[in-house]
Nanobody, 128 residues
């Protein structure tokens, strides 16, 4: 059974930080790139950041560069999203997702349609 479960969301003040976790089970994470996506009410899902199966390459949306950092620990089957300097416009449901790749490649994509397995999402609210 393949499963991704997000956690770590919540309410935070502008300028604050959160660390989201994506726990993966049921498959070998070495063969999957992982992405984080957000969806605000009434808007389409969009890519935030992603990391290749090897962890050697990352990609970030322009809106989060310098503020967010993605990382992975394949042995622990967990991917993280460190979110710093949060802004009210970051408010959304955040999802992690997996895309199949060759083992230990540098392939990344922020296109939601490329991803096969999705978590249930975790709410992030940035407000004073």
């Amino acid at each position: 059974q393949l499963q991704l479960v997000e956690s770590g969301g919540g309410l935070v003040q502008p300028g604050g930080s959160l660390r989201l976790s994506c726990a993966v089970s049921g498959f070998n994470l070495d063969y999957y790139g992982i992405g984080w996506f957000l969806q605000a009410p009434g808007k389409e899902r969009e890519g935030v950041t992603c990391i290749s199966s090897s962890g050697a390459r990352t990609e970030y949306a322009d809106s989060v560069k310098g503020r967010f950092t993605i990382s992975r620990d394949n042995a622990k089957k967990t991917v993280y999203l460190q979110m710093n300097a949060l802004k009210p416009e970051d408010t959304a449901v955040y999802y992690c997702a997996a895309v199949t790749t060759r083992k230990s490649t540098a392939y990344t994509t922020l296109a939601p349609s490329s991803y096969i397995y999705w978590g249930q999402g975790t709410q992030v609210t940035v407000s004073s």
